[in-house]
């Protein structure tokens, strides 16, 4: 899963090993003073988390890698 956004990674809403399900927030960037939720496509596995709360992150770096 990747950032549509650059921003700060505010917070993140699972861990390694979450089940996820389609539409569930998993994580919140801020952007330009706006909090913008992070949902997941599919249902899946959170296999790893590539960010940290409080990075920066550019549009298109990795958040997370998940399993369907």
């Keep these: 899963m990747e950032s ?8 993140l809403c699972v861990a ?3 089940q996820v399900s389609e539409g569930q927030v998993v994580a919140i960037l801020e952007s ?3 909090e913008i939720e992070i949902t997941v496509l599919e249902a899946g596995k959170v ?3 590539a960010r940290e709360e409080g990075q920066q992150v550019n549009a298109g ?3 997370m890698v ?3």
Excluded: F, H, N, T
């Design 32 to 34: 330009m003073k706006m």
């Design 61 to 63: 770096q990795a958040l």
């Design 47 to 49: 296999i790893a988390i």
């Design 16 to 18: 390694e090993g979450y």
């Design 4 to 11: 549509p956004v650059a921003g700060s990674l505010r917070k």
């Design 66 to 68: 998940l399993d369907p």
